[in-house]
T-cell receptor, first 113, second 114 residues
Framework: NAGVMQNPRHLVRRRGQEARLRCSPM?????VYWYRQLPEEGLKFMVY????????ESGMPKERFSAEFPKEGPSILRIQQVVRGDSAAYFC???????????FGPGTRLTVT | ELKVEQNPLFLSMQEGKNYTIYCNYS?????LYWYRQDPGKSLESLFV?????AVKQEGRLMASLDTKARLSTLHITAAVHDLSATYFC??????????????FGAGTILRVKS
């Protein structure tokens, strides 16, 4: 059973470009969480999704950030018009229905130049 | 708002010594988690503590939970170099019946010196 997969693992974008981060949950898991880790800091919750539904986006910046988890395919975290402050590691986690433990992917390290 | 505080934030210790990392949280929560992160890597789950008085041990690490004091500890016994990493505690906030989001502490950077 493959773990949570994220791609790309490293992403470099110039200021003003768009970044798309992908997350494929573990097989059988229907819930996806996105967290951001700024340098030298802990992880901060961004958004929690089920298939075709955003359950909780209380940690998402109000502008430029969006997330989706379509019926088919991976969950996508999209950052428009990236700025240097978006440089961070973005981790995705998944969990099965009605279970609490989250399993983390390897992360995508975004660098904005 | 749930706050999670860890201390110390940085810990340098000699091999063979014992030490404890503390994790305080501000409001009632159902579960407490300890994770390990190596530089540039993802989070590895160490322990999940589910109830007051819970104690779990794995190798040289032992975690405990006191829900009344809202305190968890991660005790390191006879440290070895391989334990050098960043350790996070996290507490979950009950969301919907479908799942919970995690609130993380800032992390404790542990360096074990030979």
């Amino acid at each position: 059973n493959a773990g949570v997969m994220q791609n790309p693992r490293h992403l470099v974008r110039r200021r003003g470009q768009e970044a798309r981060l992908r997350c494929s949950p573990m097989k059988g898991h229907s819930h996806v969480y996105w967290y951001r880790q700024l340098p030298e800091e802990g992880l901060k919750f961004m958004v929690y999704l089920q298939k075709e539904n955003i359950i909780d986006e209380s940690g998402m910046p109000k502008e430029r950030f969006s997330a989706e988890f379509p019926k088919e395919g991976p969950s996508i975290l999209r950052i428009q018009q990236v700025v240097r402050g978006d440089s961070a590691a973005y981790f995705c986690a998944s969990s099965p229905l009605l279970r609490y433990e989250q399993y983390f992917g390897p992360g995508t390290r975004l660098t904005v130049t | 708002e749930l706050k999670v505080e860890q201390n110390p934030l940085f810990l340098s210790m000699q091999e063979g010594k014992n030490y404890t990392i503390y994790c305080n949280y501000s409001t009632t929560s159902d579960r407490l988690y300890w994770y390990r992160q190596d530089p540039g890597k993802s989070l590895e789950s160490l322990f999940v503590l589910l109830s007051n008085g819970a104690v779990k041990q794995e190798g040289r690490l032992m975690a405990s939970l006191d829900t009344k004091a809202r305190l968890s500890t991660l005790h390191i016994t006879a440290a070895v170099h391989d334990l050098s990493a960043t350790y996070f505690c996290a507490v979950d906030i009950k969301g919907t019946e479908y799942g919970n989001k995690l609130v993380f502490g800032a992390g404790t950077i542990l360096r074990v010196k030979s």
